[in-house]
């Protein structure tokens, strides 16, 4: 292809809302043999929501909600965001009438007043978060983090998560003070057009892969909905670079699709980056491209673009 021809590829992009950044970056599109996707946010919508909240101890609805809140407060992972929703939206609007908190809801000051406070507060990535509410121990997250600190999980409870997991959510546990105190259930239902793209990249002849830092059960359960088959799951942040790797040992070009910080070591292992426009900043910077719509389809524009550009036939 002539410069002119990738200059004029490169406009045709942004005006359909795909960033390249370069050259090498449109020509290495057509070559793509592996497309990998990132679950929460990219094959997701990323807008995560309690669907269950289950309370193992006799303590009050409220006052768990309370103590999970307060937890995940603190973090910016969209587990977090829905869990303190959920809880926000129970304080406001679920009580009883005779305890319903009828000031002004819709301010947020408010809102942390309500909040216990929180010392030594850790996130743990690919776990969950950790801290101290009245001098005890309080996690929430998922199996490894509680087995990691000693909390067992009765079978009652691994038997919920599963059926949490098989209907393709994500099974949160809380522990408060030792012991299992509930589970949250949280989905993250799939973007609209998620499996027209993947059934449309086999039918170009690129394999579709998942990658995702949650459990197995529910990545398969996901997988499953939008027809990938190649599911690679508890990968650990820094293991999805690894992971690009593993496909690119055999000459393969792999392209990664990401949103998130976790998936920026990836999408610049990746021969080609594919940042989603509403992803984080680093994200957007370690890609080659830049999807604005956050409209998966555009991973189709972006190698058509590169295949026509370069007019290599297959
Ligand atoms: P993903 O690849 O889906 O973005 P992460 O590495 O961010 O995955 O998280 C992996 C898993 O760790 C989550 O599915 C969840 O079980 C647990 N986790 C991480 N952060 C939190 C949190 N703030 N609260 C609860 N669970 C969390
Ligand atoms: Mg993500």
Known sequence: ATPTAIMVATGVGANNGVLIK??????????????VFDKTGTLTQGKASVTTARVFTGMERGEFLT???????????????????????????????????????????????????????????????????????????N????????????????????????????????????ALIGVLGVADPLKREAAVVVEGLVKMGVKPVMVTGDNWRTAQAVAREVGIQDVRAEVMPA??????RSFQKDGSIVAMVGDGINDS???????????????????IE????????????????????????????R
Request: glycine share 6%; hydrophobic share 45%; with cysteine.
């Open 67 to 141: 103590l999970v809140a307060s937890a995940e407060a603190s973090s910016e992972h969209p587990l977090a965001k829905a869990i303190v929703e959920y809880a926000r939206h129970f304080h406001f609007f679920d009580k009883p009438s005779s305890t319903k908190d009828t000031r002004n809801h819709d301010k947020e000051s408010e809102f942390s007043a309500w909040l216990l406070d929180v010392s030594d507060f850790s996130a743990l990535p690919g776990r969950g978060v950790q801290c101290f509410i009245d001098g005890k121990q309080m996690l929430v997250g």
């Open 143 to 178: 199996r490894k983090l509680l087995t990691e600190n000693g909390i067992s999980i009765p079978t009652f409870a691994e038997d919920f998560v599963v059926e949490l997991e098989e209907s393709a959510k994500t099974g949160i546990l809380v522990a408060y003070d030792s």
């Open 265 to 283: 070591p990836a999408l610049a292992a990746a021969d080609i980056g594919m940042a989603i426009g509403a992803g984080t900043d680093i994200a």
């Open 239 to 244: 293991g999805k670079a690894d992971a690009i």
């Open 22 to 35: 370069g050259g090498d970056a449109l020509e290495r599109a057509q070559m793509v043999n592996y497309v």
């Open 286 to 313: 370690a890609a080659d491209y830049v999807l604005m719509k956050n409209n998966l389809e555009d991973v189709i524009t972006a190698i058509d673009l590169s295949r026509k550009t370069f007019s290599r036939i």
